[in-house]
């Protein structure tokens, strides 16, 4: 990818958004093009079609979408279903109808069956039925996936989806009630030690297991490829290694100095009872992720630390 290419990154403000500016700065490409809510609405399909005719944009990054935890996830189905069909339909299309070649699309390891073979594979997909809790929003990002296949295959375009596992980093939602389980582990971590308390409470039973990759190193998965010209099928992206939840929260608290106990709370689901992707296709390609996650939440925790007030406090 020329470094001149005029950049579209859909969704900067959140974390994958954000990890994406950083990365794609750090390789020199400054000709990136953002738009908040306020300026571009991407459920308002007009504005979406105009916003492409005129901007003269080369590449598209699709990081924009509604996320959330497993209760979150559990709790506003129709969000989760609509918003992501919509935004994936409009900026896709609208892409397309605008010339543009090159699209990488963001979904999320949740698109495989819930009872998958371990490490999942691509080939996967579709081969069975989805987890309860996150199928509206497996639904979309494989509605994604699919619409990017259907115009590469029907206009010759080369929109390629990358699908990370559990993502965490600096800019991450904070929030008990919406967030995933590694910044809820660190906020009550934090919170337990700062008040005094010898225990945090962990969702579950602990035993379901995960795999955590920081969001710079999906960041730098999506641009490795855009600078590779890859184009087309979709791409696992994760660290090659997963934990329980119950090892997580004990690294949680290590990083944080905390000496406690934990609380499983089987009142709130497990989810899915394994995530671990299988990451051999993009590491035929040449790439792989850097940050393990002992590292990953030493930096995460200190950049908690410097926006509590910020983006702890006040977005949650
Ligand atoms: O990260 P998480 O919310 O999402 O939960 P999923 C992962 C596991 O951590 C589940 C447990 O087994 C939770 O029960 N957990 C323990 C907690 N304590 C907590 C807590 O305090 N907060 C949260 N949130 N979890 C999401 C999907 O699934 O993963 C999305 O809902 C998306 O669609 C995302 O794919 C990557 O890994 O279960």
Redesign the pocket.
Known sequence: MDKNARIFVAGHRGMAGSALLRNLASRGHDNVVTRSRAELDLVDQAAVERFFRDEAIDVVILAAAK?????A?DTYPADFLYLNLIIEANVIHSAYRAGIQRLVFLG???IYPREAPQPIKEDYLLTGPLES??EC??IAKIAGIKLCEAFNRQFGTQYVSLMPT??YGPNDNYD?KT????P??LR?AHEAKVSGADSIS???TGR?R?EFLHVDDMADAAVFMLERGLGGGWYNVGCGADVT?EELASAAMHAVGLDGRIEFDVS?????PQ?LLDISKLAELGWRAKIGLQEGLAATYEDFLQNYETQVLERA
């Open positions: 996320v959330g935890g497993i209760l996830n999320s390891s949740c809790t996150n929003y497996a559990n993502l008990l967030s995933h389980v590694l809820a582990l009550k962990v969702w579950g379901a995960r939840i709130k689901p497990d989810g899915t995530k």
